[in-house]
T-cell receptor, first 109, second 114 residues
């Protein structure tokens, strides 16, 4: 699976959009981009995933660049409850996910 | 659906004791996984199973054993606990391991080995 690079931490003002970047320059054509988050020490929570096209669900939007070497997770209106560690994962079959250190997002009042 | 559940939520062991962690899922998923997470670290895969009666080693399997006698349950055993196994353990499941499948995680078991 391709390796990912994320900033270690980010701040975002409550009510504003949070844009979390992820670089995955070695991604192969059939690998998906997944995003999970972990609040405190709870189990990781699935957010969204995509292959080539941009994706949106009730939680977030995923923007994947045309060359697929990077992506951005967008939380449109961040709340204090969105404070968490966000993981970007590249994977083929939803198996054996490799979790890196992620990005610690702090939503500030 | 309860999703993925884990038992117990917390446990304290003495060095050399044994215990079994239970993971259960009610989503009829084929694949199940055990991860551990140490403070400030990402998750690391211990063992996984691609179906009832099958198991395989992950990244950090030493000191652990697993069994998948029933499709809905995945057990993680520590035969002789060591302080290095103090960690938070997460179980997860995936429908069939097809392209684009999603993993669903349990709430975790916090284990301390003294």
């Amino acid at each position: 699976d391709a390796k990912t690079t994320q900033p270690p931490s980010m701040d975002c003002a409550e009510g504003r959009a949070a844009n979390l970047p992820c670089n995955h320059s070695t991604i192969s054509g059939n690998e998906y981009v997944y995003w999970y988050r972990q609040i405190h020490s709870q189990g990781p929570q699935y957010i969204i995933h995509g292959l080539k096209n941009n994706e949106t669900n009730e939680m977030a939007s995923l923007i994947i660049t045309e060359d697929r070497k990077s992506s951005t997770l967008i939380l449109p209106h961040a709340t204090l409850r969105d404070t968490a560690v966000y993981y970007c994962i590249i994977n083929n079959y939803g198996q054996n996910f490799v979790f890196g250190p992620g990005t610690r997002l702090s939503v500030l009042p | 659906n309860a999703g993925v559940t884990q038992t117990p939520k917390f446990r304290v062991l003495k060095t050399g004791q044994s215990m079994t962690l239970l993971c259960a899922q009610d989503m009829n998923h084929e694949y199940m996984y055990w991860y551990r997470q140490d403070p400030g670290m990402g998750l690391r895969l211990i063992h996984y199973s691609v179906g009832e009666g099958t198991t395989a080693k992950g990244e950090v399997p030493d000191g652990y054993n697993v069994s998948r006698l029933k499709k809905q349950n995945f057990l993680l055993g520590l035969e002789s606990a060591a302080p290095s196994q103090t960690s938070v353990y997460f179980c997860a499941s995936t429908p069939r391991g097809r392209r684009g499948d999603t993993q669903y995680f349990g709430p975790g078991t916090r284990l301390t080995v003294l």
